[in-house]
């Protein structure tokens, strides 16, 4: 994890890739994604882990995505 | 007062091809694209068949990175079978072809800004939209969803657009240089090993040149459960091509949907992959992405232009929609079969493949070939009996 502001309660992952397959699968969407980062609105969040099964390159992580 | 017609989100295929449809019916059409350039940040294999893309444009030379007159189809056991299909299909340089559909676009009247992204959508009541841009709002009457497999413009709309991970193909792919290469056939790499779930991929570019991708499933869709795509390409291209250039690296997402959304909500239409059209079991997105795109512009254009009432054209939508779309149950059962495979079956797979092609029969029957299958490998194949008539 690179950054987590508490007052918007967002994490942000850095990632190259901005393919979006994160964001696809998050039935709350409660991801958003662009060059250099994606972010995770915490508060949205479900921790379902989803998005870590489905991520191409390892950018987010089971045991990260859940703690959030 | 409506400043537009209709509104296109998204300037890939779908979006340029409802725009023009919807256009060519006499709608005053605005099409916006996020990106600067229409043809930027393109995510794509690229390959199209030629049966599917000539339905709807007539190919242009400086569109074809490759022309495509068979593929080599590799099993997991190691044997491969070559097979030619002469004129089958193409590589494309993708951005080029959209480039290409844009003039189209314009040419029937389309006006498309880039740089721009629909941020907010608000229906108006008595009907249609007050769409915000980035640089401001407009009022129209229709909508075409066409901003990819997440499609922020659906859920603006609350439209529930999430796929589960077993609903969708992880895909990678590197654009690749000095890589040992037939310029006129397509390679397809099966196995558990190479890409689980899905399969691996060699599109050639021109000369020793080349998209090397793979797709695979999660997990839980059939896949290898924390297997990274990323990894397996790496494995693969070190296997495949291992002096080779990396041009370019993209990731992806493609929608193995079993069900596409209805694709008509009160005046917003879906078009690509914002609808699912991609086909489940090859992943392909051109042509699908054509085909949805060619009803939702209509309708758009039907609707408003009030050529027919909002229930009326949620009827005919409806129907003329689930006819192009039908297609995808044969895919989608065939997708369950494919998950099902071991490296065996597979290999077994491949050797059919062969034998069908040196009974004279083309590839491009896919019908026909699944027929094949169902009768030479019952036990995996046999459920699809029904959808082909076996």
Request: hydrophobic fraction near 45%; charged fraction near 25%; glycine fraction near 14%.
């Amino acid at each position: 994890m690179q950054g987590d502001t508490q007052e918007r309660r967002r994490a942000e992952f850095a990632c190259e890739w901005t393919c979006g397959v994160c964001a696809a699968v998050c039935g709350p969407r409660a991801i958003d994604y662009a060059p250099g980062a994606v972010t995770v609105d915490r508060d949205a969040c479900k921790g379902c882990g989803d998005c870590a099964i489905v991520c191409p390159h390892g950018v987010l992580k089971e045991e990260e995505v859940a703690r959030l | 007062m409506r400043d537009f017609d209709v509104i296109v989100a998204g300037g890939g295929c779908a979006g340029l091809w409802a725009a023009t449809v919807a256009a060519g019916r006499g709608a005053r059409t605005l099409l916006v694209e996020k990106q600067n350039r229409i043809g930027e940040n393109i995510r794509c294999a690229e390959g199209v068949g030629v049966m599917g893309i000539s339905k709807f444009v007539e190919m242009k030379d400086e569109w074809v990175a490759s022309a495509v007159h068979g593929g080599r189809f590799c099993a997991p056991d190691g044997n491969s079978v070559n097979v030619d299909e002469p004129g089958c299909g193409f590589v494309l340089h993708k951005d080029l072809f959209l480039k290409g559909l844009a003039d189209k676009a314009a040419g029937a009247g389309v006006e498309i800004r880039t740089g721009s992204e629909v941020v907010g959508l608000e229906p108006v009541v008595g009907g249609g939209f007050e769409v915000a841009l980035t640089e401001g709002g407009l009022r129209c009457a229709s909508v075409v969803a066409a901003d990819g497999i997440r499609s922020a413009v659906a859920g603006m709309a609350g439209i529930d657009t999430h796929l589960s991970p077993e609903e969708i193909f992880i895909c990678v792919q590197n654009t690749v240089s000095s890589i040992d290469v037939r310029p006129d056939f397509v390679e397809f790499h099966f196995g558990s090993g190479i890409a689980p779930g899905g399969y691996a991929w060699v599109f050639p570019k021109g000369e020793a040149r080349a998209n090397v991708g793979l797709g695979i499933m999660s997990g839980r869709a059939g896949g290898a459960a924390g297997v990274r795509a990323g990894d397996c390409l790496k494995a693969f291209m070190e296997a495949r091509c291992p002096g080779a250039k990396i041009e370019r690296a993209i990731a992806g997402g493609v929608p193995a949907a079993k069900k596409a959304p209805r694709g008509c909500y009160n005046g917003l239409f879906l078009a690509g992959d914002a609808a699912r059209a991609a086909d489940p079991v090859s992943g392909a997105g051109i042509v699908p992405a054509l085909e949805s795109a060619a009803v939702s512009g209509e309708f758009a254009a039907i609707l408003a232009l009030g050529e027919m009432d909002a229930g009326e054209v949620e009827r005919r939508f409806s129907k003329k929609y689930g006819e192009v779309m039908k297609w995808r149950r044969l895919r989608y059962g065939l997708r369950k079969v494919f998950t099902r495979l071991s490296d065996s079956d597979f290999s077994r797979v491949v050797d059919l493949i062969g034998e069908y092609a040196a009974s004279g029969q083309s590839l491009q029957t896919p019908g026909s070939l699944v027929k094949f299958f169902v009768k030479s490998m019952p036990g995996n194949f046999g459920m699809l009996r029904h959808l082909v008539g076996v």
